[in-house]
């Protein structure tokens, strides 16, 4: 079975601050100012450390959002990580890049372009995206993707057999430490996990990084159940909010002993530029 493709419209965002104060307060108790939540964010890249702003869930790049909620949510839920974006108006018309990723807060797709057209880009401009991979099945192996165009599989750590799935990832994150997103539906919320530069085997995480989030099912709304094990993408950088953090998109859920992942702290892994650009390459346009 084939999946087909879809034209999406999204509206560049522009960020929103609700009520009449700037501040949000963190987990300590004091307040802070988001920057960075939302809109176009500029110097924030694929490979920077998820810990590395003084920002609010900074994602790398541009959120599109749409005027519509029915077409924000379809927007959101069918949009994949690796699916191709151009930029219909404004300044930066002509621009191409990729989704990156997805948040909630009733749905936004992140979108990577380059730094000097994100710097041209306003909000309000229209970006087309061309939709596919939501609904894709891997052959024999036993459990579900999502949120992911297939054809940047072959880019990432990951070997697809009869017996599942083995993925390289950057570190192992437990159910408990799963904040905002848990209840929601994955293919339209990203999951938030309570970790620092402290928590041991996370500190050096990085935006495109993959993780296991082990006894978390994604395949409705997100939850803890035992003997599940969920991959995910990471998708925007640390928050000081309480039950807040860095953004974990799900892309691979299924049984534990289904998807069997390896940790490598060390290695430079998951998504970048350079596999977006190979993918881009080997497709026909």
């Given at each position: 079975m084939t999946s087909v493709a879809m034209n999406l419209l999204g509206v560049v965002e522009h960020p929103g601050i609700s009520g009449g104060s700037p501040y949000r307060v963190d987990a300590d108790g004091r307040p802070y100012v988001p920057v960075g939540d939302g809109g176009i964010v500029l110097g924030v890249r694929l490979g920077d450390s998820a810990y590395g702003?003084?920002?609010?869930?900074?994602?790398?790049?541009?959120?599109?959002?749409?005027?519509?909620?029915?077409?924000?949510?379809?927007?959101?839920?069918?949009?994949?990580?690796?699916?191709?974006?151009?930029?219909?108006?404004?300044?930066?018309?002509?621009?191409?890049?990729?989704?990156?990723?997805?948040?909630?807060?009733?749905?936004?797709?992140?979108?990577?372009?380059?730094?000097?057209?994100?710097?041209?880009l306003r909000p309000g401009d229209q970006v087309s995206v061309r939709a596919s991979g939501q609904g894709a099945r891997l052959p024999g192996a036993g459990v579900e993707l999502l949120n992911l165009d297939?054809?940047?599989?072959?880019?990432?750590?990951?070997?697809?057999?009869?017996?599942?799935?083995?993925?390289?990832?950057?570190?192992?994150?437990?159910?408990?430490?799963?904040?905002?997103?848990?209840?929601?539906?994955?293919?339209?919320?990203?999951?938030?996990?309570?970790?620092?530069?402290?928590?041991?085997?996370?500190?050096?995480?990085?935006?495109?990084?993959?993780?296991?989030?082990?006894d978390v099912d994604v395949r409705y709304n997100m939850g803890y159940r035992r003997g599940r094990r969920t991959v995910g993408l990471v998708v925007h950088g640390d928050s000081p909010q309480p039950g807040h953090g860095p953004g974990v998109m799900p892309f691979i859920t299924g049984p534990a002993e289904r998807v069997r992942v390896t940790a490598s702290p060390r290695d430079g892994l998951g998504l970048t530029e350079g596999a977006l650009r190979r993918m881009r390459g080997a497709r026909p346009r």
């Open positions: 702003f003084e920002a609010d869930h900074a994602a790398p790049g541009a959120c599109l959002v749409h005027p519509d909620p029915a077409a924000r949510h379809a927007l959101t839920a069918y949009a994949c990580v690796g699916n191709e974006v151009i930029v219909r108006t404004g300044a930066a018309a002509g621009a191409r890049g990729w989704v990156t990723g997805k948040r909630g807060e009733a749905g936004r797709v992140i979108v990577l372009l380059g730094q000097d057209d994100l710097a041209r297939p054809e940047l599989l072959p880019y990432l750590p990951v070997t697809v057999d009869a017996d599942g799935v083995e993925v390289t990832v950057r570190g192992v994150i437990p159910s408990r430490l799963a904040g905002n997103g848990l209840g929601r539906p994955a293919h339209m919320w990203d999951l938030d996990v309570q970790t620092g530069p402290d928590t041991p085997g996370l500190a050096g995480l990085r935006l495109g990084d993959l993780v296991s989030l082990d």
